[in-house]
């Protein structure tokens, strides 16, 4: 099993090089499924999503998203009232999906509140979705979702997303393997407790790049008791592996 996980596009702050090397990379790994992790756009226009959109839909593979605080419309009547009514329209009805496809079963959580400006929170209705959505067999059990339930070492005093603590005792609960975040613009991986892997993607395409990182996105591959992590990033024009790890799975969860 080959996944991708790519986050934080940030459409209306694009960076048009990168975006097409993005579709070229992601089309020559061959992944099973794209994994969206939220900030599609940059102000949740129409345009931006509508850009977001074409980028996922010509890459050949099929993709599930999550929406970001960007998601959510800049100006306080509409981000009150309207809330994620773009998203769902252009981009997917569901904000919170549900995937089981082949030995993958994924769900995707909304973190964005309208009355948060950057924040996010979980309420004790999704982390209930956690312990039963999750709770199936599966080969790979991922939780995604778009704000951090993990600190990155680059940015180390980041927010973490409300609730991340009740999240994670749920997630471990269900042996979930996987909890694919974004928001920090930074890539990093984290043992989580109950033998969980943390993954930060960095911003696939767009110029808002943080802590000297360069655009980024991760290769999640799966083979029987081993899973590889692999950071590709942006660099001389093209994006290019930055780092691999690999993680073993055992009785007490996985270890790198």
Not at 80 to 109: F, H, K, N, T
Not at 146 to 163: K, M, N
Not at 206 to 215: D, I, Y
Request: hydrophobic share 40%; net charge neutral; charged share 25%.
């Amino acid at each position: 099993m080959r996944l991708a996980h790519v986050t934080d596009l940030h459409f209306g702050a694009e960076a048009p090089e990168v975006v097409a090397g993005l579709r070229q990379d992601l089309a020559a790994r061959e992944v099973d499924r794209v994994l969206v992790g939220g900030d599609l756009t940059m102000r949740a226009r129409d345009e931006q999503f509508s850009a977001a959109r074409d980028l996922l839909d010509t890459i050949g593979t099929p993709w599930t998203s999550v929406p970001g605080n960007h998601d959510l419309p800049l100006d306080r009547p509409s981000r009150a009232y309207g809330g994620l009514d773009s998203y769902r329209r252009l981009i997917d009805e569901r904000a919170e999906p549900v995937v089981r496809d082949g030995g993958l079963l994924l769900l995707g959580l909304s973190s964005p509140r309208p009355y948060l400006w950057k924040g996010g929170r979980l309420d004790a209705g999704q982390v209930r979705r956690i312990g039963t959505d999750l709770a199936p067999e599966a080969r790979l059990k991922v939780l995604m979702l778009h704000h951090p339930v993990f600190r990155s070492p680059q940015r180390p005093h980041e927010a973490l997303v409300h609730g991340a603590g009740a999240a994670l005792r749920a997630a471990a609960t269900v042996r979930t393997d996987l909890i694919l975040c974004g928001h920090d613009h930074v890539a990093a991986q984290a043992a989580l407790p109950g033998g969980m892997i943390g993954v930060l993607s960095g911003t696939a395409c767009s110029w808002r790049v943080r802590a000297g990182e360069s655009q980024s996105y991760t290769v999640v591959d799966l083979a029987g008791d081993r899973l590889t992590l692999t950071v590709r990033e942006w660099h001389d024009g093209a994006f290019r592996e930055r780092s691999a790890v690999e993680w073993r799975r055992s009785a007490h969860g996985w270890q790198a």
